[in-house]
T-cell receptor, first 114, second 115 residues
């Protein structure tokens, strides 16, 4: 069973607008972590934001915020005030329990236009 | 912040030869590192977990004799693609976790082309 689902293969957003990238997950482990990474065309994986399953508040990092809906098992990434440099692939990932390995979703390609 | 360095960034090799890719944690010790493979426009697929001082743990479907992993020190893991074939051409990327409840740091990735 797929554990991380990103249903949007591609998204478009106008510069300075906000955009939400969807991510749902599936796990029976009460302890888990959720991550978002950005991958530009160069291939590097850039860490954006982390949300722990026991965190009471939604994570925020600058223009990035994570809309964590635990009951719905969703962890959507919100990018505010989009910039042209935000154009890239975005991956949602999950780490279960005590393991350190990350399982990735299929990714969403975000394109920001002027 | 913590840095993971991966080398080489690009390599082209002939069919039948072997290629070694290095992954180093530069300012922290990593008892565990992970190797991923990424096909064009696809997601990262975990290949194996590299364990310092012990054998690597491979994911289902990954040939351990094809993809040799050595984690000889707390700062270095290597992935050797043996007897490479064109179908092994891919983007390979390593990662190392800094600790519990923190992000994993990724190397820059290696684009392997087998001709």
């Amino acid at each position: 069973a797929q554990k991380i689902t990103q249903t949007q293969p591609g998204m478009f957003v106008q510069e300075k607008e906000a955009v939400t990238l969807d991510c749902t997950y599936d796990t029976s482990d009460p302890s888990y972590g959720l991550f978002w990474y950005k991958q530009p065309s160069s291939g590097e994986m850039i860490f954006l934001i982390y949300q722990g399953s026991y965190d009471q508040q939604n994570a925020t990092e600058g223009r990035y915020s994570l809309n964590f809906q635990k009951a719905r098992k969703s962890a959507n990434l919100v990018i505010s005030a989009s910039q042209l440099g935000d154009s890239a692939m975005y991956f949602c990932a999950m780490r279960e329990g005590s393991t350190d390995k990350l399982i990735f979703g299929t990714g969403t390609r975000l394109q920001v236009f002027p | 912040g913590a840095v993971v360095s991966q080398h080489p960034s690009r390599v082209i090799c002939k069919s039948g030869t072997s290629v070694k890719i290095e992954c180093r944690s530069l300012d922290f010790q990593a008892t565990t590192m992970f190797w991923y493979r990424q096909f064009p426009k696809k997601s990262l697929m975990l290949m194996a977990t590299s364990n310092e001082g012990s054998k690597a743990t491979y994911e289902q479907g990954v040939e351990k004799d094809k993809f040799l992993i050595n984690h000889a020190s707390l700062t270095l893991s290597t992935l050797t693609v043996t007897s490479a074939h064109p179908e092994d051409s891919s983007f390979y990327i390593c990662s190392a976790p800094l600790g519990e409840n923190t992000e994993a740091f990724f190397g820059q990735g290696t684009r392997l082309t087998v001709v």
